[in-house]
């Protein structure tokens, strides 16, 4: 039971449920698109956890004294070595066939805005700021940058225009990460700096929730004009987007350890699975 936990919060903490997600989405977007392809949903894969160990070792330079961070710092090394292999396989794919190379011209300015979600990048008034710690900017850059490297950069490997249905997929994306990113701000509320002006600091947990079931009842409607019939695509999204908001709902600031780091990003991984099995 004790090794159990141990693999599970290494599973959870170094990143790789988030890349899991990540990778869950891309495929969804080929499948939604009758492409049949693993590769460019591993390269996704690879790169989420490539940049989320990124992100944390520049972080942990800033808050040594953050337990999830000290849990990091322990397994750095190998952290690092897996993040060495995992640029080694997107190396593979990126010189392979089933990487073209024009789909970097989309990739590109998704994957600075990763980068620069923790490398500052502005300066005012002498202060050096990244896009996490820029108010109010913070869970649109994560929501963006997920859709246009989950949605667009996979459409774009495969030289589909990007049709009036495309984009809506890139709403819809945005706004379902929008959605699954809310119960993290809620429930790091009282660790976030103020400075970062998370919904949840600026207008309250409830009115974040009815934020939130805005959004969601905004990707339905997305929906609808995306397929005016009830197939098995729509079916699965509405169940998908439901279970987001209500999710959020129930989300607080004392949820569990584990309630948005593992069942609410767990989200697109039964997304992918029920796609899969209906």
């Known amino acids: 039971m004790h090794l159990f936990k141990k693999l599970f919060e290494f599973y959870i903490y170094s990143s790789l449920h988030v890349s899991l997600a990540t990778f869950s989405m891309t495929k969804i977007t080929l499948i939604s698109n009758g492409i049949s392809d693993n590769w460019i949903p591993i390269f996704v894969f690879c790169s989420t956890f490539i940049s989320y ?40 794919i ?10 970097l011209l989309v990739l590109i300015p998704f994957a600075l805005m990763t ?26 850059t994560i929501s963006i940058s997920w859709a246009g490297i ?37 429930r790091d509320l009282k660790h976030d700096d103020i400075s970062l002006q998370t919904f949840p600091q600026k207008i309250g947990i409830r009115n974040t929730k009815l934020v939130g079931v805005f959004f969601a009842i905004l990707f339905c409607f997305l929906q609808f004009l995306h397929s005016y019939e009830f197939d098995k695509f729509s079916l699965i999204n509405y169940i998908i987007i439901a279970v987001s908001a209500l999710f959020l709902i129930k989300s607080s600031e004392k949820q569990s350890k584990f309630y948005a780091s593992f069942f609410v990003e767990a989200l697109p991984i039964v997304w992918l699975i029920l796609l899969l099995l209906l």
Do not use: G
């Not at 090394?77 to 080694?88: A, M, P």
């Not at 620069?116 to 108010?135: H, S």
């Not at 225009?161 to 706004?175: A, E, K, P, T």
């Open 94 to 103: 990126f010189f392979s066939p089933f990487f073209h190379w024009i789909s």
């Open 115 to 140: 980068a620069f979600y923790a490398i500052p990048v502005i300066k005012i008034n002498n202060k050096v700021y990244n896009l996490r710690n820029i108010p109010f900017l913070k869970i649109f």
């Open 150 to 186: 989950t949605v667009l950069f996979p459409i774009s490997n495969f030289h589909f225009s990007f049709s009036l249905d495309v984009w809506l997929d890139f709403f819809q994306r945005i706004l379902f990460v929008l959605i699954i990113t809310l119960p993290f701000d809620i």
């Open 53 to 92: 160990n990124f992100i944390r070792d520049i972080e942990f330079q800033n808050v040594a004294k953050h337990s999830f961070l000290i849990w990091f710092m322990k397994r750095r090394k190998n952290l690092f070595l897996i993040s060495f292999v995992f640029t080694i396989i997107n190396t593979i």
